[in-house]
């Protein structure tokens, strides 16, 4: 080994570039996994990566000795120039294996199972070489641990940002190449670093150590530049729309979106009237055959119809026809509200019904530009009406900001089917249903205004339903309504020809009491049409909706219902998610597609932990377990207190990051702004946090490590009270203002959640244990993997600030482990 242990400053910027493709490379996968797969395999990239990086914490611990007799330089510079070619070599296998959600929805047999380990383990293997180099960089240059510390997490926190970049300018497979090219430039940075390392390297090896890097990166940058003129490198088309080819594609961090000629017969509607259908059959109505249809990430539609732009015309008499038209029935010429337009289908509705002004907030500008101008004359160029503003914005944060008030507030079937975004860790969760939204649009309501929510209706056991009822009702009361039950009403469209099974449900909540002649004018549209009045203020009937509606006691109802329908929060915004891990066999609801997904979710849920928790003990536990060496015999005394020490690092970190991203989701509007504000604040502030620990003397370490974790306790103690007070007055603030505030309120987490790692590390190697560092990487780097998974099912069914709580403990558990530290001193060298 040389013996210069000084990292040149080459050193620091190849672990700061390495660094940087890692944290882009998960963001990038979360995104062509929820293309790929579907949206519950976002979080697990970052299980994967943690995976890597332990494993190679164990495995450079067990080859320790083998290592020894090469420079550090060279080894970092071959190792970094692996992960460039791996990056490549991963996402290209993994696109090969036969894994999809046909194959994954059924019964968990092995081979999808098999599948998806043999996925787990591919796409693997690249952060198990930055993990050795990482891991070795920390090993090799422990009295700079702070420094290397810093690069790193300066780099990781920098990659969030390239990987908007890429996936923006390259999409999903070119992002990949783009990304390996920043690795390969890492290497060659660790190349360098070799070549100013006179004393350690002769001129005649310098050229085995550059030349090879140089090559890599050069194949990576022209295999960029190949993939951006002439796409060479795509994702398999497992989920195409009846097997077609788009008519177009395009990528942004938000998602990928695809268009397809749609030559469906009947037009397409959510809930068209039973009555008008049959008017279609015998020919004396007319449909709408031509359009096209929007896919978001493959999964998620919205349809792009032709319109002429003239009301009236019988070609689009089917929109009247429609249960999500129903709110133009009780507000004649309004101002209308339209959350998330989509394709522009609800805005030609709008239009179509002569309303006065439409305003539609649409968070995907892909969306809007396909709309607004690529498809602007297909759709007869209605975004360009002088009634009709359109904007690219988040609908609760347009609102808080807005002073205006609207006759209608709408919404229809506004899903979040797949991960809306790098949205690592999310679980659809969505901000547009819960309880402080509803209360938003209460303000924003005209006095005789009217909240229009559409979702599925499953006759057996309508679930998705009663939860939107259960949560107009609570937002209401809470508003200070003192009856809901006179201000709502519940109409069902029971033609199942959309999704098998289930119906479609409309609710309707009035800022003031319904009136007699509103509800008559509704009872005679749904005979006319062949709807379901559900429930009515005054009229009740034998269904679901209506007993939950006119419950002695509201809440005991929602508690006794077989599934949860419990009026979701920002706290816990899981709105889809009915099925809790003790409704796994409840079969009356096997019929429901919300169920099954919900079933689905949950298994695969538990599916993915298994099987990460079996990779993390075959490539961590097991190898650690039989490495007996002299080392770890003289470690024996320290290991429970190292485990304890590191393990609750690993798990506690998790538990704070991710619902620091879930909460921010909401307040920015967006998963990716969440991520990549959340995710480059606490590792770029964590890196300068670490970074001031280099000049603390050996002697203090375990005062500081004390006095770093009271005081991260007692912020942490301020932001579970604060946090969601702040959020909520500065909701309406711009986007702008609210990224520079979310910076300015993790930073002080940042800085202290940055230093406990790596002084316990310098602490370590203070003790004369260096060859544990990759041990105690291993144990931080497991325990976050299975603290990945962990905290979002916990977060699911517990909420965001139970996750933040559990957090706090670990890093309790970690203090209490410093008193450990303190007595390990003052033991005998030889103990």
């Known amino acids: 080994m040389e013996h210069d242990n000084t990292p040149r400053l080459w050193t620091y910027l190849g672990v700061a570039l390495v660094s940087m493709a890692a944290l882009a490379n998960e963001v990038i996968l979360t995104r062509i996994f929820s293309v790929t797969l579907w949206y519950h395999f976002a979080f697990s990239v970052i299980s994967l990566a943690l995976l890597g990086s332990g494993a190679a914490g164990v495995w450079l611990h ?212 039973p009555v008008f ?105 209605i975004y360009q009406s002088p009634k009709v503003v359109i904007v690219v914005d988040d609908a609760r944060t347009f609102l808080a900001r807005s002073h205006d008030q609207y006759d209608i507030i709408q919404a229809s079937l506004i899903d979040t089917l797949a991960a809306s975004s790098a949205g690592a860790f999310a679980l659809s969760e969505n901000g547009i249903y819960t309880r402080e939204a509803f209360l938003t649009y209460y303000d924003h309501l005209t006095p005789e205004g009217v909240v229009n929510f559409s979702r599925w209706y499953f006759p057996a056991g309508p679930a998705e339903t009663l939860r939107l009822v259960a949560l107009g009702l609570d937002a209401w009361q809470r508003a200070g309504v003192d009856d809901p039950t006179q201000h709502i009403i519940v109409v069902a469209n029971l033609n199942m020809r959309m999704v098998p099974n289930e119906g479609l449900a409309g609710m309707l909540l009035k800022k003031t009491p319904f009136t007699p002649e509103e509800i008559a004018a509704v009872h005679g549209l749904a005979e006319e049409m062949g709807f379901v009045v559900l429930y009515a203020p005054g009229h009740p009937a034998p269904n679901p909706v209506s007993d939950l509606i006119t419950a002695h006691d509201y809440w005991q109802a929602i508690r006794d219902y077989p599934l949860d329908i419990s009026p979701p929060t920002d706290n816990r915004p899981f709105y889809f998610n009915v099925v809790r891990f003790t409704d796994l066999n409840e079969p009356q609801y096997r019929g429901s597609v919300l169920y099954n997904f919900g079933v689905q979710a949950a298994g695969l849920l538990i599916a993915t932990f298994v099987v990460i928790a079996l990779l993390t003990i075959a490539m961590i536990v097991i190898p650690v377990a039989v490495a007996r060496g002299s080392a770890m015999r003289r470690a024996r005394r320290h290991a429970l207190i190292y485990v304890l020490y590191f393990g609750a690092l690993g798990v506690a970190f998790m538990l704070v990051e991710i619902p620091m991203v879930q909460r921010l989701t909401i307040y920015l509007g967006s998963p990716t702004y969440s991520l990549v504000v959340v995710l480059f604040s606490l590792l770029v502030f964590s890196g300068l946090g670490s970074f001031a620990t280099q000049h603390i003397p050996a002697e203090r370490i375990v005062h500081s490590l004390r006095l770093s974790l009271i005081v991260l306790l007692a912020a942490m103690a301020i932001y579970v009270a604060g946090l969601p007070l702040l959020l909520r007055a500065t909701q309406g603030w711009s986007l702008e203002a609210r990224i520079g505030l979310a910076v300015m309120v993790l930073a002080p987490a940042g800085l202290l959640m940055g230093r406990p790692f790596p002084l316990a590390m310098r602490y370590v190697g203070s003790q004369g244990q260096q060859e544990l560092l990759p041990w105690v990487w291993a144990i931080n780097s497991a325990l976050s993997v299975l603290g990945s998974v962990s905290t979002v099912i916990l977060a699911i069914h517990f909420g965001f600030t139970t996750v933040f709580v559990a957090g706090m403990v670990g890093y309790a558990v970690a203090l209490i482990a410093v008193g450990g530290f303190g007595q390990l001193q003052r033991q005998p060298q030889a103990a």
């Open 277 to 381: 259908i049959d008017r279609i059959d015998q020919g004396d109505a007319v449909g709408d055959p031509n359009r096209y249809l929007v896919l978001i990430d493959e999964k998620a539609g919205t349809p792009i119809i032709q319109y002429r732009g003239v009301t009236g015309e019988p070609w689009f008499e089917y929109l009247r026809w429609d249960l999500t038209a129903l709110p133009y029935y009780v507000r004649e010429k309004p101002s209308v509200f339209i959350i998330g337009p989509g394709g522009g289908r609800d805005v030609v509705t709008a239009y179509e019904f002569d309303a006065r002004q439409i305003t539609g907030v649409e968070l995907n500008p892909l969306i809007v530009d396909l709309v607004q101008n690529r498809f602007a004359d297909y759709i007869g160029h």
């Open 62 to 273: 067990l080859a320790g000795h083998r290592l020894e007799r090469l420079p550090a330089r060279q080894v970092l510079a071959w190792l970094s120039a692996g992960f460039a070619v791996a990056l490549l070599a991963a996402f290209k296998l993994y696109t090969l294996i036969p894994l999809s959600m046909s194959d994954l929805r059924g019964t968990l047999s092995l081979q999808p199972l098999g599948n998806l380990a043999l996925a787990y383990l591919v796409l693997t293997v690249p952060y198990l070489l930055v993990g050795a180099t990482l891991a070795f960089a920390i090993q090799q240059y422990q009295a700079h641990a702070g420094r290397i510390y810093f690069a790193d997490l300066t780099g990781a926190g920098l990659g969030c940002l390239v990987s908007v970049a890429a996936l923006n300018r390259f999409g999903g497979a070119g992002a990949v190449l783009a990304v390996a090219l920043v690795a390969a430039l890492g290497s060659a940075a660790f190349a360098l670093a070799t070549w100013q390392h006179e004393r350690a390297v002769s001129l005649q090896a310098r050229p085995a150590t550059l030349v090879p890097s140089l090559l890599v990166a050069l194949a990576m940058g022209g295999g960029t530049i190949a993939q951006a003129r002439t796409p060479w490198l795509d994702l398999p088309d497992r989920n195409a729309y009846l097997g077609r080819e788009p008519v177009y594609e395009a990528w942004n961090a938000f998602s990928r979106i695809t268009v397809y000629e749609d030559t469906q017969v009947l037009p397409f509607s959510w809930g068209l009237s």
